[in-house]
Nanobody, 126 residues
Framework: VQLQAFGGGLVQAGGSLSVSCAAS????????MGWFRQAPGKEREFVAA????????RYADSVKGRFTISRDNAKNTVYLQMNSLEPEDTAVYFC????????????????????WGQGTLVTVSS
């Protein structure tokens, strides 16, 4: 399994950015997916997650209403649309895949994810 994140960059506060994650895995639609982020000097934290079908999503309180997670199972890709970005959103963003085939509810815990992408840097200037 390989996960490749794309789309990070520099954006001004209030702006928008979309990051994506392409998965090299069979039956991508079987797996819940998540986005996490890690700012300098801080622990990795949950951002958003989406169920294997795409019907259920979860968000951290800090991004709710501003970020949208989605997926295209035909393209083996998960997306994170980020609007109204704030300097506090500056971090390396990681996508992750959960091999658990039982739960339709995507986890918010880093320890539940089995594979991680390399991360893509998002910098929001004030």
């Amino acid at each position: 399994v390989q996960l490749q994140a794309f789309g990070g960059g520099l954006v001004q506060a209030g702006g928008s950015l979309s990051v994506s994650c392409a998965a090299s895995v069979r039956a991508f639609g079987n797996y819940n997916m998540g986005w996490f982020r890690q700012a300098p000097g801080k622990e990795r934290e949950f951002v958003a997650a989406i169920s294997r079908s795409g019907r259920m999503t979860r968000y951290a309180d800090s991004v709710k209403g501003r970020f949208t997670i989605s997926r295209d199972n035909a393209k083996n890709t998960v997306y994170l649309q980020m609007n109204s970005l704030e300097p506090e959103d500056t971090a390396v963003y990681f996508c992750a895949l959960d091999l658990n085939l039982v739960s339709e509810v995507a986890s918010m815990r880093t320890t539940d994810y089995d594979y991680w992408g390399q991360g893509t840097l998002v910098t929001v200037s004030s």
